[in-house]
């Protein structure tokens, strides 16, 4: 059975950090892209980060660029999401999302894209 759990969030003060963990069960990651998508009160999710099945490209929504990083451990089948230099603009709640098809160095940044779906972890930046 697949499942993804997401964990790591919380809350934060502006210009701080946080790394959000999703620990994919039931995945072959060498074999699985992944995604990073929020949703901020009374908007629609977004994208934020995506990576390739490969590992080898990732990409990143342009308000997020040169502050978060996106990356997977194949041997501990687990995928990050390292956030530096927040903002109050990027509470919500971030979901990590999978598509489990090999496709090499490609990337998906539609959420139609991706068949499994985690819970969500709730990220709040305020002071």
């Known amino acids: 059975q697949w499942q993804l759990v997401e964990s790591g969030g919380g809350l934060v003060q502006p210009g701080g950090s946080l790394r959000l963990s999703c620990a994919a069960s039931?995945?072959?990651?060498?074999?699985?892209?992944f995604g990073w998508f929020r949703q901020a009160p009374g908007k629609e999710r977004e994208g934020v980060s995506w990576i390739s099945s490969s590992g080898k490209i990732s990409d990143y929504a342009d308000s997020v660029k040169g502050r978060f990083t996106i990356s997977k451990d194949n041997a501990k089948n687990t995928v990050y999401l390292q956030m530096n230099n927040l903002k109050p603009e990027d509470t919500g709640i971030y979901y990590c999302?999978?598509?489990?098809?090999?496709?090499?160095?490609?990337?998906?940044?539609?959420?139609?894209?991706?068949?499994?779906w985690g819970q969500g972890t709730q990220v709040t930046v305020s002071s």
């Open positions: 999302a999978a598509r489990s098809a090999y496709s090499g160095n490609y990337i998906f940044t539609e959420e139609k894209m991706y068949q499994y």
């Open positions: 039931g995945f072959t990651l060498d074999y699985t892209g």
